[in-house]
């Protein structure tokens, strides 16, 4: 079955930075898009960055300058590099693709950063 599998979350302070992975398996990692998405309490889960099979990128406006998305294929992970990291950006990070019709999550890493 498909799984996705996420690290790297964490507590930093405002301004630090965190890379948070996602390895997936179940499916043909080389040819999935895959995203990022993140949801904060009380809030509903946005997109923050996605990378298609090609390695095309797009990003939230709140993420674009500061989070790079990024694949390795030969490890069937997807990596948010977070820079310059703001209270704000505290949320549960979650990984995700479609394969099919059915739209597959991780279970989400928490990441907290502090003013």
């Known amino acids: 079955q498909v799984q996705l599998v996420e690290s790297g979350g964490g507590l930093v302070q405002a301004g630090g930075s965190l890379r948070l992975s996602c390895v997936a398996s179940?499916?043909?990692?080389?040819?999935?898009?895959m995203g990022w998405y993140r949801q904060a309490p009380g809030k509903q889960r946005e997109l923050v960055a996605a990378?298609?099979?090609?390695?095309?990128?797009n990003y939230a406006d709140s993420a674009k300058g500061r989070f790079t998305i990024s694949r390795d294929n030969a490890k069937n992970t997807v990596y948010l590099q977070m820079n310059s990291l703001k209270p704000e950006d505290t949320a549960v990070y979650y990984c995700?693709?479609?394969?099919?019709?059915?739209?597959?999550w991780g279970q989400g890493t928490q990441v907290t950063v502090s003013s």
């Open positions: 179940g499916i043909k990692f080389s040819i999935n898009a």
């Open positions: 990378i298609t099979s090609v390695g095309r990128t």
């Open positions: 995700n693709t479609v394969a099919g019709p059915l739209n597959y």
